[in-house]
């Protein structure tokens, strides 16, 4: 998943404590009344440390374990992949993470893409739901998953 909608209103403020604004708080709620409804239950959160992702995360409504990663904050594709590798114990993992690093990963560490016109710009809120067939998280790699779901907050 990557955050809401953030605000931009302070441009002095250090872009790690950028707040989400209202449209992106609204989303965040949206996009965890869809998790909910859908029935995805992740037992772990992998969260960037940033105050966009941690409000995101916390607009979900999810009750989840969570991992606050500094590293995931505007991270390269291959980081978060490796944070996600780190993974014991889980079944369903949930990202928060930065565009571009999240898009790049989620466009390739799917076997097809789905049809969804915003994947590929992968927009503030853009949330991934893939199956994986690998035996752990460790064993994840580029083209392993499989799409079950897509959608962005303006589909909600």
Known sequence: MRHAKSDWSA????????????RGRTAARALGGWIRARGYHPDLALCSTALRTRQTLAGLELDVATRYERQLYNAEPATILSVIKSVQGANCVLVVAHNPGIAWLAQHIVKSRPAHPRFDDY??????????????????????????????????
């Open 11 to 22: 441009p002095s403020l250090p872009d790690h404590d950028r707040a989400l604004n209202a």
């Open 123 to 156: 927009p503030t809120g853009a949330t991934l739901v893939s199956d994986f067939a690998a035996p752990a998280w460790s064993d994840l790699t580029e083209k392993s998953g499989t799409v079950v779901d897509f959608t962005v907050p303006k589909d909600l």
